[in-house]
């Protein structure tokens, strides 16, 4: 007598590619496929910049370069994981599995956050301020400790959608999706955020030029941003409050998404964000998102951290119910 177990391999990519994340994240010197669509972006950027001028001529760039970057990031990561498989099923297993733990920041978010309240606590104030300006585009050179520590807990819960339950969000469609995966949609939304984040600007060069990325990525994460304030409220054990403050603070943020995220983490920590940020000497009012109960700490921070682990590990929780029926047991006599 003997068991046979057949296991859909999805339920292996998902805590495979999360625990590389976890431990490992993106190694120091290894080529990252962010850092290549950014090679992309910027070489195709610099080219339309300097032979096109006129806003509809960049306009009609900015269109090619986004279908372009974001197509065929999905494409070559498809192309990528059926040659491994192909090859071999544990090799398109390692494969997969390394390509969706690079699409996300986990743990890239909790080395950034160290890295700035490391000095921070030390009473380094000049290095804090330092380091913070690698992750920010606000001014850092004035900044007090409770603005550095506001603008650390801004960057980890405007990205933990963007760099993580976004890009996870994708991987499971794409998993659903027959002959798919999870890679695909994930490394193409990732090239959409990347798009965003280096030419999404409404300033001067980039006004014409980003403006179709910073659209699609505004619509690609619309739904995984709403997912993720909905699992805030379940996680925090506060629903009510935090989709009160939500629905009052957020739709005063011109984003139509980071605004959700940082005000439901807020809600959820009892702080506050939002207030005057200074870029390039330009002071820019933001608006106050949720309620000042207490203070930002080096503590509320990484409580924010833990809230996104939460939400990542509740979503794959969620995604393995949906793909047991694929674990198949037979016994044989």
């Given amino acids: 007598m003997y068991k ?25 010197g ?24 006129t806003p509809i001529a960049q ?8 279908v372009g970057l974001i197509l065929g990031s999905g494409l070559m990561g498809w192309l990528v994981v059926e040659l491994a498989r192909q090859t071999h099923n544990w090799l398109g297993l390692a494969v997969e599995s390394i390509l969706l733990a690079s699409c996300f920041a986990a743990r890239s978010l909790r080395l950034a956050a160290t890295a700035v ?27 007090s400790e409770p603005e550095i520590l506001r603008a650390v807990l801004e960057t980890v819960t405007e990205n933990a959608t963007d ?36 030419v999404g600007y409404r300033e001067a060069p980039y006004t014409y030029l980003g403006w179709f990325g910073a659209r699609v990525e505004d619509i690609l994460t619309w739904v995984p941003c709403r997912l993720t304030v909905l699992t805030i409220m379940v996680v925090s054990g506060k629903p009510l409050q935090v ?7 957020a739709p005063d943020d011109p984003s139509p998404n ?5 005000c439901a983490y807020a809600a959820a920590l009892g702080v506050q964000v939002g207030g005057v940020n200074w870029y390039q000497g330009v002071a820019k009012q933001k608006p106050l998102l949720g309620d000042s109960i207490r203070p930002i700490t080096p503590q509320v921070i990484d409580q924010a951290l833990q809230l996104t682990r939460y939400c990542f590990l509740l979503w794959l929780a969620v995604a393995f119910l949906l793909v047991a029926p694929g674990i198949n047991l037979a016994v044989h006599s």
């Fill in 243 to 249: 989709w009160r403050l939500c629905q009052r603070d």
């Fill in 117 to 143: 309240l490391s000095p921070l606590q030390a009473k380094e104030l000049e290095v804090a301020r330092s380091v913070l300006s690698r992750y920010v585009g606000r001014d850092t050179a004035n900044l």
């Fill in 4 to 28: 046979h177990i057949s296991i859909n391999p999805t339920v292996s990519v998902f805590p495979i590619a999360a625990l590389l994340d976890y431990l490992i994240g993106d190694p120091v």
């Fill in 258 to 262: 980071s605004g959700w995220s940082e």
């Fill in 163 to 198: 760099g993580v339950m976004a890009p996870l969000f994708y991987a499971l469609v794409g998993a659903a999706l027959p002959g798919v995966g999870s890679v695909p949609l994930a490394l193409a939304y990732k090239a959409a955020s990347t798009l965003d984040s280096m």
């Fill in 59 to 66: 306009r009609s760039a900015g269109i090619v370069l986004g």
């Fill in 30 to 53: 290894w080529v990252h496929p962010v850092q290549m669509m950014g090679w992309a972006i910027a070489g195709y950027t610099q080219l339309v910049l300097a032979r096109w001028k």
